[in-house]
């Protein structure tokens, strides 16, 4: 699990490896991650947009950006959170995420939270 705070924004993630999705003969190892977007400051936030970085362990990298997460943009007051599940697929069993929401507050403030990096492995290579 993976954890950071910015500007009181805490988020957290956990990945998973999903078997079903993946086809290791045609380079193809499927990942899901839930994200957790906890609000512990005084103010109101809401996720505007995404940006991750992918990054497999041959050195290929993806990068995804757009507006807010799973078709929705939170907002979330002092003290709520949101949580949600996406996934990804990269070409080896193993590789990391990391990556930002760019957040408002509603004085129209903007800053990017960050999202630690994690790693995408499968439950065996994990250490």
């Given at each position: 699990?993976?954890?950071?705070?910015?500007?009181g924004?805490r988020?957290?993630?956990?990945?998973?490896?999903?078997?079903?999705?993946?086809?290791p003969?045609?380079?193809?190892?499927?990942?899901?991650y839930?994200?957790?977007?906890?609000?512990?400051?005084?103010?109101?936030?809401?996720l505007?947009?995404?940006?991750?970085?992918?990054?497999?362990?041959?050195?290929?990298?993806?990068e995804?950006?757009?507006?807010?997460?799973?078709?929705?943009q939170?907002?979330?007051r002092?003290?709520?959170s949101?949580?949600y599940?996406?996934?990804?697929?990269?070409p080896?069993?193993?590789?990391?995420?990391?990556?930002t929401?760019?957040?408002?507050?509603?004085?129209g403030?903007?800053?990017d939270?960050?999202?630690a990096?994690?790693?995408?492995?499968?439950?065996?290579?994990?250490n």
């Amino acid at each position: 699990m993976a954890t950071a705070v910015t500007q009181g924004i805490r988020v957290t993630v956990k990945s998973q490896f999903i078997a079903d999705r993946s086809a290791p003969r045609d380079k193809r190892f499927a990942f899901s991650y839930t994200v957790t977007i906890r609000n512990e400051g005084s103010e109101t936030a809401q996720l505007l947009s995404r940006h991750w970085t992918i990054v497999d362990n041959e050195g290929g990298v993806q990068e995804v950006k757009g507006e807010g997460v799973v078709g929705v943009q939170p907002v979330l007051r002092p003290g709520e959170s949101f949580e949600y599940t996406s996934w990804c697929v990269i070409p080896t069993p193993s590789g990391s995420m990391r990556g930002t929401y760019q957040m408002v507050r509603s004085q129209g403030e903007k800053f990017d939270a960050e999202i630690a990096p994690f790693r995408l492995g499968l439950p065996l290579t994990l250490n």
